[in-house]
């Protein structure tokens, strides 16, 4: 061949091109703010990450995980047998045969990948992306074709000056796509930003099937607080936006998306990617924010840079304020990107910085402030629903076997029978249990969520003081955003109250009694029943089972959702969502209820007094709605002494 | 030209947990303030400063208040059992103030509702009560919307300097910033700080609920009963007299006043 050392040239320059790409990639990432991590032992656990973690979620779609490994795992082989065939010239007729393996591999998951996206579903980004299969099989065919001779098939020096140039013209196009447009933004960043996102994860626990869900507390004091502009993040949090294959699995989930509120999980976290490298949305190629209100922003029309305030033109504020944190998105996220994180990380700064919370947020947050709870009721008038309940106070007892937190449950007459209903079964099961009573406060969930870190902070400490003063083995709750906050959150603040101390959500407590055969329970004969798993109990805690298996004990069978277990829909009740209520096309407690007809179900068991609200909230006819400590507490069988 | 506003905050109480809390009233003065002047609005809270400060109650309350926007606010350093007046009216003077807001009525001390009265009567100053919006302020003088009963507004113009105090009707305060309120400076000033004699012979007790007069619904339609539940108090036998003479007004005033048995 006349020109043979035009390929090994032409992939030197590509790779050196990709070489200078990767390290500005870097040093946009680098930023961001400093977040410690280990280098080493991160980029050697990444292998095993991608193989079990990340392939864990992708897995739920067979076709595309299966395509995935024979496209992702020909390539990275083929990739490296390329630089030693062709660039560093090892002679081997085995290694050349392996090449042409894997490229043959590579190319058969081209195809499929091919196929998905001859008519693409509408959560997959378009633009760029329709040219992926294309340049994923000129790679494979191209290298195929330049290795023949290597391998033996062909002899050495075949063709002639044509062929090398019409091959030489399809490295620059395949290589051009694979490697330079790994580094430079094309749509192989996800393979470079996705393996150090894995390596350099925020939140390492969720590797190897652990759980991290509790948000970071903010920083107080500071010159800025929470997020303003992309360079307030840590560097991993950038990289990891980097890091998406706009796969929209997030927003098939979202149910704020799917009520048309103007939020898009996949949309925001590529804005988010446009903030950290500069620029504007316009070759975004996905769905938009829904825009309900008929705003019309123009696709474009979204700029922003590392170092401007990113509600300022990058992304508005309500498509901040419409996520309930009902972790959905990061659930189903192959690349483990934490979308919760960011929002609430840049609600801080519109709550702590700015003042804007909209709608009842301020008057919720004063009142929180000066009540200890959302809606200013008499902090004294805290114990009253438990008036004829006749149960021990901690002040007066100091130490109980169980600590009951009652959670603002305590002041709604809707939530109070649900109380009710669980004081009578512990007192079935003879349980020890005592209240905090007028100095429990509010768990500081939704000031959190609104981005008021500095009130939730203060009232984690104060509660955990107060905490500290008694003994109790175990803390049961019926409220599932105060059993996450007490479980994950209260952690940070330097306390020992809740060291070797169960928090328990009270499915899991009282399916213990009854497993125990503390409680005698009746089968229940009220029709086809439905379970919803409230998002904080579930997504954010793994408790699946318990409240399944106590539905079972009274002989339901669970007439499941097609959206139920870790997929559960949110009901709109969380993150503040309620209180900061940015309209939208339909209410996301609808769409929830409409899952449940589906079911036929005549009743919808939870788990939470705010799911019982926003699902009660939606007009009849629709199933009834109780909490399982309702249902148990009617089935119970009380023996007479 | 830029009129000198000047919005005067005190320490509010929440009536549900009376716990310290900024002032509804106050908030609205502050909000008022923020919208004729922006960042040349003076804010200024006459109290204690001394070493309990930081970290107090009383500092939680003003960096609320300084967490609608204000990168400074003036503490008058005066002790608990001081009278307010004459460090506030020295003050207002030396700062050659020409607005000055503050709420109808303190919600914890004494809560009189004097402490307006008794700066104008102080300063020698026109005083214009339950303002609902400073409408304009040129060439010497303020349009001011005064609120009354059941949304009803009454326009006045009050010649600079003046006080005024800010309804319930007056638009609500912003939203506090916590950010901002952490970094806002006080400016603690010294003032003459004279002993409230009077008070400091007071002994405070728990107010016990008073028994209260049933009310009688005579309304008959719905509409009635919304108009009873939401209008303020109101004699139903006032007249309006206009025309009269200043003789008959007094008189009539006169009259009044041994009817209702406030003179004998
Ligand atoms: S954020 Fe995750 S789930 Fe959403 S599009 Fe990107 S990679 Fe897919
Ligand atoms: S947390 Fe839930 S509501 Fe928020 S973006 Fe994710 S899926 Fe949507
Ligand atoms: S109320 Fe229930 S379903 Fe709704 S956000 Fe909270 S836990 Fe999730």
Known sequence: MIFDWLPSVLIAIVLMLAVVGAVRRISLWRAGQPSPVNIISGLMAMPKRYLHDLHHVVERDKYM??????????????????????????DSKLLAWALLASLVMMFTGAIFVFKRRRNPPSRLSKGPWMRLPKSLMTFAVTFFVLTLPAAGILPDGTGNVLLTLVLSALILV?????????????????????????????????????????????????????????????????????????????????PAFAAGQPLNPKKLIQDMVV??????????????????????????????SPTEVITAGLVDAETLWSCTTCRACVEECPMMIEHVDAIVDMRRFLTMEKGETPNKGA?????????????????????????????????????AEVLFWVSDGAFDMRSQRILRSFVKLLKAANVDVAILGDEERDSGDVARRLGDDATFQNLAKRNLQTLSQYEFKTIVTTDPHAFHCLRNEYGDFGSDALDNVEVLHHTTYLNR?????????????????????????????????APRELLRSMGIEVAEMERSGFRSRCCGGGGGAPITDIPGEKRIADMRVEDAKETQADLIAVGCQQCTAML???????????????????????EVH | MQPNVISLVSIGRHPQSGRARRSEQDGRALELGLKLSGSHLQVAHAGAYDSTFSGSAEETVLRQYAGMGLKQMTVLKQSSDADVIPSLSHYLESQSAQVV??????????????????????????????????????????????????????SVTVTLPFIATVDNAAPEPRQTAYGPGQRAQFNAVDTP?????????????????????????KAKTAAERFKAATAKAQGGSGKVMKNESAQEKAQAIFDLLIEEKVIR
Not at chain 1, 616 to 633: F, K, M, S, T, Y
Not at chain 2, 193 to 205: F, G, K, Q, S
């Open chain 1, 65 to 90: 995980s299966r395509t995935h490994v024979a496209t992702g795992g020909g390539f990275v082989l083929a990739m490296f047998l390329v630089l030693c065939v062709h660039l560093f010239g090892v």
């Open chain 1, 174 to 254: 395949s290589l051009g796509e694979m490697l330079f447009g790994m580094t430079w933004g094309g749509p192989m960043k996800h393979a470079f930003a996705g393996a150090l996102h894995l390596a350099f994860h925020r939140r390492q626990e969720r590797f190897g099937g652990g759980r991290s869900t509790g948000l970071k507390p903010a920083d107080l004091g500071v010159e800025v607080h929470g997020v303003s502009k992309p360079t307030d993040f840590k560097w991993n949090q950038l990289l990891g936006f980097d890091a998406c294959v706009q796969c929209g699995r997030c927003e098939a989930m979202c």
């Open chain 1, 275 to 304: 903030g950290l490298a500069g620029g504007t949305d316009a070759n975004y190629a996905g769905s938009h924010y829904p825009d309900p209100q008929g705003k019309g922003r123009e696709p474009g029309s979204a700029k922003g």
């Open chain 1, 363 to 399: 008057e919720v947050l004063d009142n929180i402030i000066a009540t200890d709870n959302p809606n200013g009721y008499a902090p004294g008038s805290r114990t009253n629903w438990a008036a004829d309940q006749n149960l021990n106070v901690m002040r007066d007892v100091k130490k």
């Open chain 1, 513 to 545: 009694l009854v497993q125990d055969g503390k409680l005698k329970l009746d089968t229940f004969k009220g029709g086809t029943v439905t379970y919803h798993d409230p998002c904080y109990l579930g997504r954010y805690n793994g408790e699946y089972e």
């Open chain 1, 616 to 638: 009660e909230g939606v007009v009849e006819p629709r199933p009834e709605i109780r909490d399982i400590a309702e249902i148990l507490v009617d089935q119970l069988i009380e």
């Open chain 2, 101 to 154: 807001l503050l709420g109808v009525r303190a919600e914890s001390g004494e809560s009189s509702g004097m402490v307006p009265y008794l700066l104008a009567e102080s300063l020698g100053w026109p005083i214009v009560s339950r303002v609902a919006d400073i409408v304009s302020i040129e060439n010497g003088e303020a349009e001011v919307l005064l609120a009354l009963p059941r949304g009803q507004r009454r």
């Open chain 2, 193 to 217: 700080e004279v002993l409230d004699e009077l008070r400091i012979n007071w002994v405070e007790a728990p107010a016990k609920p008073r028994p209260k007069r049933l009310k009688v619904i």
